[in-house]
DNA sequence: TAGGTTTTGCAACTATGTTGCAATAGCTTA
DNA sequence: TAAGCTATTGCAACATAGTTGCAAAACCTA
């Protein structure tokens, strides 16, 4: 019993931090930004966690380490390289989450809808609904479009 | 030339405004509110702009005679009593618009879109525009659809 | 108009986010 | 690898947004 969860919690972890810690350096470099420890730790997070985070979240986790200041201006810098982008949400907190490969610095392609859940609070991605399209009143123009579909999340209803 | 400033500024705003006030008097009292000056006023305001509004906004017009609490206290109340909703923004500040006659107290059916004027900033409720239900993954339950679209607004384009 | 009830203003407080600047850490190149 | 330059960080101070408790004032009912 011990050993079984020494193996799940341990071992596999040591190899998947040396792979996670490698790709949040090449995606740092990628993005032309120098490889600090606050970015790798506020990084690492996102990838960790795997759901969008605020900045609260992520002073509650490396808040000890690095300054409140520093963890603003971090998460701005992810945004402007196209590394996270900002959710609206409809209780006005900002979250951020992990971008797909297609963003860059200064362009965003993230139309997908996010997903809050209203039972456990996580907030989603979800990566595979794009926002449709919709019908302007005359002479109104589109240029983006947000969507937040409130709920209960999968894993949610499948422990209820 | 004075004279047509004074008729067109003065003489049908008279009228109008007496009808606003018996509006709004009956507004209050159907939603079982007490009548108070800073009740009517923030009301009137909403009324005379018709665009949304955010609390900063509603201090720099009414501010000087009302608290900042109590314009808290106003905006919260009429949330509550499904007078006004609440808008969600993509750059994380509240607005507030008036509801239709449908929304009442604890229950709001604001369920269309909002359009934000990246060029005059102004804040419009669509109502036309009803927010498309998608299509959620397995097990996602949606309850609550936000929508809100920016770009740029009818005015702004027509005087372009 | 008197009474009880609701609303308001004030003061103090918390939370959230920003800015300037000096100290530090990271990167480059010799 | 070490020096020097540049980018990043921490700190302090500030700014804005929102909340709470409580006494005074306004409102409603009869
Ligand atoms: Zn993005
Ligand atoms: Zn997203
Ligand atoms: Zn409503
Ligand atoms: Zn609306």
């Known amino acids: 019993m011990f050993r079984v969860l020494l193996r799940m919690e341990f071992l596999p972890t040591t190899p998947n931090n040396k792979n996670l810690e490698q790709k ?57 390289k196209g590394i996270i982008h900002t959710i609206p949400t409809p209780d006005n907190a900002v979250l951020y989450a992990l971008c797909k490969d297609s963003c860059s610095a200064g362009h965003h392609h993230d139309n997908h809808v996010h997903f809050i859940c209203d039972n456990c609070n996580k907030t989603y991605c979800l ?31 499948a422990s209820s």
Do not use: W
Not at 62 to 69: M, S, Y
Not at 128 to 156: K, R, Y
């Open 24 to 80: 949040i350096i090449d995606l740092l470099k990628r993005s032309s930004l120098s490889v600090t420890d606050s970015r790798k730790k506020i990084l690492e997070s996102f990838f960790q966690k795997n759901s969008a985070l605020a900045h609260a979240d992520i002073e509650l986790q490396v808040g000890d380490e690095f300054d409140r200041v520093t963890i603003y201006r971090t998460l701005q810098t992810f945004v402007d």
């Open 127 to 157: 990566e595979h609904v794009v926002v449709p399209t919709i019908a302007m009143p005359n002479n109104f123009i589109a240029s983006q479009i947000d969507m937040v579909v409130s709920g209960v999340c999968d894993f949610c209803n």
